[in-house]
């Protein structure tokens, strides 16, 4: 029996990114999921799934554990996309340092690295997986994210609710840890004036209605805004009618706690109407 054209998630990145916290994500959206199949396999999970009668949304882990099998990828995944079946690539990232922190935490040894140093291991992990990554279609930094942040974004991407619209995040960040990988538009907010050097205002976040007020009101927040909100309402749709299923608006300012908070929350609260299936992260917000 040959199976249909279905939406095939593959869910790939280094060890200790949170794939497990994904894939149960996946599945519990109602994915028909499987870890670790090896590649040369996967034109067959579409048929078991038909035979299964499952839903016609597939999920699976592809990473540094298939070995030479790995090269495979590319024209595996291409072939299908030519059977007409939607894939779409997911990496999960993180920082060395967090994943090294991971797997210090959890006393796991580090799958390719088993009787070397875990820095050892990511190193070598990052140049098997070079090519994965560079055919992603989304990436996403779990270095910040709880494992409920993380389960969250997931399933606001691949749900199968609103699937129709595109599902938009405004991320607010800090310069200081880093910019966001996942983020489609960015835009730096340093040209605001800073509540950090305000003393009443310096050990509160952009939640905060003063800290909201003070960066609102500054001169240019307004006309920032509106150009910003008018710039999303044009491209969104645009990028809707070309299968970008899920679009994160970063803002960012020195340590992401006043200024991109603030405009982050004011800016979806004024795109919302327009889409409704908008979230805010604030992913430094609790950071030094």
């Known amino acids: 029996m040959s199976a249909g054209p279905r939406r095939i998630v593959v869910l790939t ?26 590649v040369l396999l996967v034109p067959r999970l579409t ?39 939607e894939v779409e690539v997911l990496f999960l990232d993180a920082s060395d340092e967090s994943l090294q922190r991971r797997f210090s935490e959890t006393r796991r040894r580090h799958p390719l690295a088993p009787e070397g140093s875990v820095e050892a291991g990511v190193r070598r992990e990052r140049e ?28 606001a991407r691949f749900g199968e609710e609103g699937q129709g619209e595109p599902s938009l995040t405004v991320l607010s960040f800090g310069y200081r840890y880093g910019v966001p990988p996942q983020a ?14 305000v003393p009443e205002l ?26 910003v909100q008018s710039l999303c309402e044009f491209l969104f749709p645009r990028y809707q009618r070309e299968g970008k299923a899920y679009l994160t608006v970063a803002l960012g300012c020195t340590g992401g706690k006043h200024r991109s908070v603030a405009l982050a929350e004011e ?14 992260q604030h992913r430094d917000i609790d950071k030094e």
Do not use: W
């Open 202 to 227: 310096k050990g509160l976040t952009g939640l905060d209605r003063g800290v909201a007020g003070y960066v609102l009101q500054a001169a240019g927040a307004s006309e920032f805004l509106e150009r």
């Open 184 to 197: 489609d538009l960015m835009f730096d907010l340093r040209f605001l004036p800073n509540p950090f050097f």
């Open 128 to 155: 098997v997986l070079r090519e994965l990554r560079l055919m992603a279609d989304e990436v996403i930094d779990t270095s910040g994210l709880t494992v409920h942040d993380l389960k969250r974004e997931v399933q």
């Open 267 to 280: 800016l979806a609260r004024r795109l919302a109407p327009a889409f409704p299936r908008i979230r805010v």
């Open 13 to 38: 990145g280094m060890s200790g990114s949170g794939k497990s916290t994904a894939i149960r994500a996946l599945e519990d959206a109602g994915y028909f999921c499987i870890d670790n199949l090896p």
């Open 47 to 85: 048929e078991l799934a038909e035979l299964g009668g499952t839903a016609p949304r597939v999920a699976l882990v592809m990473d540094a554990r298939e070995g030479a099998m790995l090269a495979e990828a590319p024209r595996v995944l291409g072939d299908l996309r030519r059977d007409g079946h």
